[in-house]
Structure formats: C-alpha cells, structure tokens
C-alpha cells in the first residue's frame, strides 16, 4: 500500500472512532475510576497489540474490523472504555518522522511523513490529517511536544503539567500526537509548522517576543458610518476608511522591527489596526517590506525574528493580520471574525460576516503552539476561546494585538487561560489610552500567580517623543519552574527597550 495512502486510512479510522467517542460524554478520569477499567483496558489492548504483527496492507484492515468489533458490544460503558482504549493506542503509534522502525530495525510506529513531510529547514502548511473530517464531523489536528515544566521539591526538580486536570475537551488530555475537534464552518484550522533550522544548533532557554505599540498619536484612522448585515441582521457599522500617516507608521514599524531583532526578539507583533497598503506591499508569495530588511539583515549574519506578525490592515470590511516568516514570506493571514462593539455610540465595528472561520494554529515543536486572536475576539466570546482554541486545539501561547482604549477589560482577563497551561501576551497601541496611567499590554503567565503589565516597565513616559524605536521584550521560559507564589517571580520577564 502507498505509504500515504495507509497513513491517511489510519487517521481516518481514528476519526471514526473519535466520532462515536463523541456521542458520550467522556470523563477520563472517572472512566478510569471505574471497577472493572484496568480489565477492560488490558484485554483491548492485547487485542490490539496482537494486530500490530500483520503487514502494513492487512493490518489497517485488522484495525478497521477491530473498530467494527467494539462498535457490536452491548454495554455503554464497556464501549466507550474500548474506544478511549482504541483511540490512544492509535495515537501512540503515531511518529512524524519518516523512519517506523526503531533501533532493531523492528515496525514500531505508523509514520505521517507521507501527508506531512516534516524537515528541519522547511515551513509546513496543512489542515486535518485525516480526509474523512466532513463525513465523521472530526477533525484531527498534529500535536507536537511543547517546553517542559517542572516544579522544585525538597531541592529535586520534577517534571510537573502546569494545566488543570481533566480541564480539556474529551480525550484531547491525553493525547500525545493530535488533537480533535468536533468541526463545524466556524472550526477550520490552518497549521503551520515552523522548521528547527530557524533557532540555528544553539540550544535555546527561552523564545523572546517582542511587541511594538507603534504610536502615541491618536488620530490614526479616518472612519465612516456604514449599515452592515450579520447573520441577517441590519447594524449601525463603524468602518475604516483611511490610515492616516501611512509612511510615518512604516517607518515606526521598520525601526521598531530591527530593534525587535536586535534584542534578539524570536516573535514580533504589532497593534491592530495600523497597518495600510504601505506596510502591505508586496506579491501573493512575500511582503516585500519585511523581506527587503530580512535581507539585509542576512548579508551581516544578524538576528531576524522567525514570525513577523505585521499590524492588522482594515480595508474592504476586513480585518486581519498577515503573518510572515524570516525571510517576508507570507504564511497565512488571521481574520478577525468578532467585531468591536461601541456600546456607548450603539454602534459596531463594520466586519463581514463570514460563513467559514479559519483559525491560524503556529507549531513551533519542542516549545509553543501559538494561535492569534485580534482584540475584540480575546473578549467577546470566551467559550469559544476556552474550550475551543486552548481546551481542543491545546494552544500554549496566545498572542492579543489590540488597539483600545479598554484596557481594564483585558487586564482582569489576561490570568483566566492559566488553568489550560496557556500564556496569554497581549499588546496595545500608546495612542489608543486616554490619561497618563496605560498598560500598553501584558502577560498572563502560566504556571504563575502573577499577571505582568507592559506599563510598569515604560522609560519613556509613553511619548514618542524623542524616542526612534520602541518594544517591549517578553522572555518566556522553555523550561519554566511551576510557582504556586509570585514573590520570587523574575522581574526581568518584561523588559523595555528602546533607541
């Protein structure tokens, strides 16, 4: 059998299973507290275990018939044991790598290579795994390992998870190879795989971002009233018609970047809102600002940030941020699909309403999986991003642009992901606060108590003037101790620089 073709009926099975799964509700560890589990359990895996001696052609019909088996059994509960069973033994076999056999030249894995050929030099792009995702309505996600954790006992250090238990969706806590989804139009996932070649061959202890607020100045934007309909819905629009000061912008974005890489920034983003066709230009393939410093940057041997996260643009009732790698290339571009709502003029931000949502999921194996949401979207819908982007997708890093005068609302939700193991790092445009008191943004770390504000470590009183480039660095550990107390929490985390 074609070695992509048996990859792609493997995963197809799992979804199949994972899509009967889905029709119980699941509470792993009280199924496994269950008197008669550890009998049931071991005899689905000798079953299966057993299978895993046929050839690769008859094998994934063994697997199939062994599913059709599980399917006949009569007690729910039996059923849904031998599922879970079925569907984590498949995700242990599972290797990325293009080699299945281990040192005795013995088959020991089932490899994806053949649908995701994974390398050290290149960027990957791919959607579900498996190609039956419309029919079985799952769709099944790659997992890489993340940066380990670890707390400190009695002077020992010990491996330690730093998200709740039993906090995410179905079996998505214990699987180590893929994720799943029960998927629908508003649930479409774009990966991109980042390759190891990007970090050069020195170990690295921690990934660094950088964000730029870009401004002080608040009149950025020319609007516009404009009636718009969501979901059949006639309502009062706000749209943006223009960027003021499109070049000055550039300009602030090009000396804030280089700062960013010379620091030694890994990732940079910028605020919402303040991109333009300037900052935009290029071709289909690369965004020739970004690649022009890349370039240059190259020819010296300098730092250059694997992901360049330009501001979002707003144009033609869009709104979203393009996403690009170390050399300008564009990568993927994240829609915003939740509108700012003006309550106090009853008005909102005038954006498409869009059947199909598609959200951009970055791996960067060994350390985060990082998704993006733009400002309102980090609010308005919490389930969506609970259960969803870090309960189901198993986000590590989630990275807010924002450009509002709202920062309170932020603030008290920076912490509310921690118990997901996931850290939030949400940055804001100076010009957008009103008053001399501003966050300008903040990290809600996980594995901590302590929720960090880019404010509290300003050194130019939040003004331009005088000042060429500005970013805040963010250091976050990658092998980071698990703290119950903040008091001897780093205060280096969040640092300002500026030139």
Same mark, same amino acid.
């Given at each position: ?18 899509? /009967? ?69 498949? !995700? ?19 490899? /994806? ?6 390398? *050290? ?43 709740n238990r039993d906090i995410f969706d179905g079996l998505n ?14 649930? =479409? ?36 009233r404009q009636m718009i309909k969501r979901a059949g819905i ?12 499109? !070049? ?47 370039? *240059? ?81 980090? /609010? ?24 509002? *005068? ?83 929490? !780093? ?7 500026? =030139?």
């Amino acid at each position: 059998m074609d070695p992509k073709v048996l990859a792609e009926k493997y995963m197809n099975i799992m979804a199949l299973a994972l899509s /009967l799964i889905s029709r119980f509700k699941i509470n792993v560890s009280e199924i496994r507290a269950y008197r008669n589990y550890s009998i049931i359990a071991e005899r689905q895996k000798t079953i299966l275990d057993s299978l895993w001696e046929a050839s690769k052609d008859d094998f994934i019909d063994a697997i199939n018939e062994a599913l059709e088996k599980i399917q006949q059994i009569q007690s729910d509960l039996e059923k849904k044991i031998c599922l879970m069973e079925f569907c984590v033994w498949l !995700d242990l076999r599972i290797t990325y790598a293009s080699e299945e056999n281990n040192s005795e030249g013995t088959r020991q894995f089932v490899s /994806l290579y053949p649908i995701i050929p994974i390398t *050290a030099s290149a960027y990957i792009e791919i959607g579900a795994l498996n190609t039956n995702w419309k029919d079985t309505n799952i769709w099944i996600n790659p997992k890489f390992s993340i940066a380990d954790t670890h707390v400190i006992r009695n002077g020992i250090s010990k491996k330690k998870k730093i998200s709740n238990r039993d906090i995410f969706d179905g079996l998505n806590g214990i699987l180590e190879n893929c994720s799943y989804i029960e998927c629908d139009k508003k649930k =479409r996932i774009r990966n991109i795989i980042i390759p190891t070649s990007c970090f050069g061959e020195q170990e690295k202890d921690a990934i660094t971002i950088a964000f730029a607020p870009m401004t002080d100045r608040n009149d950025n934007f020319v609007t516009k009233r404009q009636m718009i309909k969501r979901a059949g819905i006639p309502y009062n629009g706000l749209a943006v018609e223009e960027i003021k000061n499109a !070049d000055i912008l550039l300009d602030r974005l090009k000396t804030s970047w280089e700062l960013a890489a010379d620091v030694g920034a890994d990732i940079f983003f910028a605020p919402e809102m303040l991109g333009s066709e300037l900052s935009e230009t290029g071709n289909e393939h690369y965004n020739m600002n970004v690649r022009a410093w890349s370039i *240059a940057r190259m020819k010296e041997c300098r730092n250059i940030p694997i992901l360049t996260i330009l501001p979002s643009y707003w144009s033609n009732n869009s709104n979203r941020a393009t996403i690009l790698s170390n050399d300008g290339r564009i990568l993927a571009r994240q829609e915003k699909y939740v509108p700012y709502i003006d309550v106090k003029n009853n008005m909102l931000e005038a954006l498409e309403d869009r059947d199909e949502w598609q959200t951009v999921l970055i791996h960067i194996p060994g350390m985060h999986r990082i998704a993006i949401l733009i400002c309102a979207e980090f /609010l308005a819908d919490q389930d969506r991003v609970r259960k969803y982007i870090c309960g189901s997708l198993g986000t590590t890093l989630l990275i807010v642009p924002s450009y509002t *005068a709202g920062e309170q609302d932020f603030i008290n939700l920076l912490p509310n992901l921690k118990p997901y193991g996931t850290t939030v790092v949400w940055g804001n445009c100076c010009g957008a606060v009103m008053g001399d008191k501003k966050a300008i943004g903040g990290c809600g770390l996980a594995g901590t108590a302590k929720t960090l504000k880019m404010g509290d470590v300003c050194k130019c009183n939040f003004s331009c003037k005088g000042v060429a480039a500005c970013v805040y660095k963010i250091s976050l550990s990658l092998n980071q101790e698990v703290k119950k107390i903040e008091e001897d929490i !780093d205060d280096e985390i969040i640092q300002h620089e500026i =030139r």
